[in-house]
């Protein structure tokens, strides 16, 4: 007799895999380590094959995990969708959300994903402004909740990530050395260009703002090209770019802290709730925080 693999464990799989430790995937699936242990022993035991390499340290998949993934993945998609289909219950609606692009490229496709899987009637309109138009907006009402580059001028910002800022330049070219330093810079008002400003001018280093923009996108371009030298958060470093150290004569920066703030609305947001526990959750599973 056939026995059907057990979505429990599968969706546990899933959660590992997404965490990349069995104790993180506890705390998704509510179960304790034991537990979720003792889950990946028996999917092996249905399956017969090993699922995870038991060699060195973390959660590494074997070959046949990696198939098994990408079945769970669909398979508990499904079921989700379906329950979510004949749920009167389940969340519709339309929900606004605003980030700057610099986090949109890195973050939304896997808080998207998440959030439309767990709730596909849901309409999300993103919005994609520096963070002080969107501190802005929430305050108008136009957006519902924001990502935001967390600064002390704003209150109310709950932080969700913090990673480290680096000066970033091409890796095919030597602009980081010339005199004045050429910079690619968001708006006077952008917390990361003050900071990087006041950097150099404690390190008494010449350097002139060559490119303006409140666009990563742009930003990035001009970086790529050779053209200037920038700063970007860990998590946006891009193919081509190199980091620049203390030693090649570019100061430490601080830390840049990524916060999730709401619109204070009268009444209940169970769409915005919802989305907002997406969103810690997904910036969670990139791994671990810098401090």
């Not at 439309?116 to 009637?121: G, Q, V």
Request: aromatic letters at 4%; one cysteine or more; glycine letters at 8%.
């Amino acid at each position: 007799m056939v026995h059907p693999l057990d979505i429990d464990q599968l969706r546990t799989l899933v959660a590992i895999a997404d965490s990349g430790s069995f104790t993180r995937a506890a705390d998704l699936v509510h179960k304790t380590q034991s537990a979720v242990s003792m889950q990946m022993r028996r999917l092996e035991e249905r399956v017969g094959r090993e699922v995870f390499s038991r060699a060195g340290r973390g959660v590494r998949l074997t070959d046949d995990g990696e198939r098994l993934l990408d079945y769970a993945r669909r398979i508990v998609r499904l079921q989700t969708e379906c329950l979510a289909t004949f749920d009167e219950g389940d969340l519709a609606g339309r929900v606004r959300l605003g980030l700057p692009d610099d986090y949109a490229e890195r973050y939304l496709p896997e808080i998207l994903a998440r959030f439309s899987r767990a709730h596909p009637r849901a309409e999300v309109t993103v919005v994609c402004e520096p963070t002080d138009m969107l501190v802005a907006r929430l305050g108008q009402g136009d957006i519902d909740l924001a990502i935001v580059t967390e600064t002390r001028q704003h209150g109310g910002i709950e932080t969700i990530r913090t990673e480290a800022l680096l000066w970033v330049a091409s890796s095919r070219h030597r602009v980081h050395a010339e005199t004045p330093l050429p910079l690619a810079l968001g708006r006077p008002h952008c917390v990361w260009r003050r900071a990087a400003t006041a950097a150099l001018e404690r390190a008494g280093r010449p350097s002139r703002v060559l490119f303006v923009s409140w666009s990563s996108t742009a930003v990035g371009a001009a970086v790529l090209a050779g053209l200037a030298v920038s700063v970007l958060p860990e998590s946006a470093l891009r193919p081509g770019m190199r980091t620049l150290s203390p030693a090649e004569g570019f100061p430490a920066l601080p830390a840049c802290r990524i916060g999730l703030m709401r619109h204070r609305a009268p009444e209940p947001q169970p769409l915005a709730d919802a989305l907002a526990g997406q969103i810690r959750q997904s910036l969670s599973n990139l791994g671990a925080a810098a401090e």
